[in-house]
């Protein structure tokens, strides 16, 4: 597993994390994840749509609860040229029964489980933990990644106004 140079942190304890950090401007690395139905889900099966793509450690966690809330809420405004995903290390069934008990279904929830192909990709794969770091992506219709976040400690929130507003730049 590559580890980067990059860290973050969790209740201030410092994380490594693993992949290659992605920067504004460049393409966005494809990926493949699962779905909650157990299919394969492609970044480039949106390809025309502004994308956000938000990695979270754990939906069964209070912060990526709240967090995966909050943007399903925003989903519902930002129209259908925009698709929200979701993604984490749970696996496909917490997933869905998550997204059943919490009433969410404008957001798309993605399993990094199998291949940590998103965390490898995006470089946000926590290497002690094997878990996502928190950060959101904005990616244009363009593929072009025109905003990212890697939120420096695990347990605050990204900055939503800040994605909201790149978001809304591209639509």
Not at 20 to 35: H, I, K, N, Q
Not at 96 to 113: I, K, M, Q
Request: aromatic share 4%; charged share 25%.
């Amino acid at each position: 597993m590559a580890e980067t140079q990059a860290t973050v942190t969790m209740h201030g304890n410092p994380l490594h994390l693993a992949g290659r950090p992605v920067r504004v401007g460049e393409t966005a690395p494809d990926f493949t994840a699962l779905s909650n139905a157990l299919a394969e889900v492609r970044l480039g099966d949106s390809r025309g749509l502004v994308r956000v793509l938000v990695t979270v450690p754990s939906l069964d966690t209070p912060v990526c609860d709240l967090e995966a809330r909050r943007f399903n809420e925003e989903a519902a405004r930002l129209g259908t040229q925009v698709r929200v995903l979701v993604v984490s290390m749970d696996l496909p069934f917490a997933q869905r029964r998550w997204c059943g008990a919490a009433g969410v279904s404008g957001v798309e929830t993605l399993s990094d489980h199998r291949d940590a192909c998103v965390g490898l990709a995006y470089g946000v794969l926590i290497k002690e933990l094997r878990l996502l770091a928190r950060a959101v992506f904005v990616i244009g219709k363009d593929d072009k990644l025109a905003y990212a976040e890697v939120v420096p400690e695990i347990v605050h929130e990204p900055d939503y106004a800040a994605v909201l507003a790149a978001v809304k730049e591209l639509v």
